[in-house]
């Protein structure tokens, strides 16, 4: 047995290179309207809290944190600088720092690709293509999700290809010249698929 241990999820890229324009408030308006689409909602038109809400209540819970303000949208000139800026904790905090499930990570990664295209062999392109590796950068320095939601999406992409007989890791997987951008957002639908029904 290897005394060496293997990471299934690669780390999250390191863009560099020329600047690249893409249309960040589409982008997260998209995931705005995403979130807000699968907000939790009752069992019943006449109850307006949730059962959990219910239950702390009856339990005297504290109440929950009031929710959270309307992302703020960044403006033409952090567009126009280079995407590591929105690592930039100020810059994420203040455009960013939505914590997502798994399966909505896995979502917006499809929805990401099918808005600004799918790209092979790098991780995005000048005009905002994006393979999966890609995709999920450009949430995670949005500040849509964390490491942990990252890491988790990978292994469940792996996990997903496993179950397919495939041992390529996902972003190698992504580049083999036979694939097709439909078949990339399937792969990214069918984890999330799996991830919301375990």
């Known amino acids: 047995m290897s005394a ?33 689409a699968r907000t939790r909602t009752t069992a019943h038109p006449l109850v307006t809290k949730t059962t959990q809400q219910l239950i702390d209540e009856a339990l005297g819970a504290p109440a929950p944190a009031a929710p959270m303000a309307a992302m703020e949208l960044p403006g033409r000139l952090l567009r126009l600088l280079p995407d590591w800026v929105l690592r930039i904790p100020a810059v994420r905090h203040r455009h960013g720092n ?13 929805l990401v690709i099918e808005r600004y295209g799918w790209t092979q062999n790098k991780h995005r392109t000048r005009t905002g293509r994006a393979c999966i590796l890609g995709a999920q950068a450009v949430l995670f320095r949005l500040g849509i999700g964390d490491e942990t939601t990252v890491d988790r999406a990978g292994q469940r992409l792996q996990a997903v290809l496993r179950n397919r007989g495939c041992t ?20 990214v639908r069918a984890a999330a698929r799996a991830e919301a029904t375990r």
């Open 168 to 187: 390529l890791a996902y972003h190698r997987w992504n580049d083999m010249p036979d694939r097709t951008a439909a078949e990339v957002v399937a792969l």
């Open 98 to 110: 939505r914590s997502v499930t798994v399966t909505q990570h896995l979502e917006l990664t499809a």
């Open 4 to 36: 060496t241990t293997t990471r299934t999820t690669p780390p999250p890229p390191t863009v560099t290179g020329p600047v690249i324009d893409i249309d960040i408030d589409g982008m997260l308006r998209d995931i705005e309207q995403y979130l807000a």
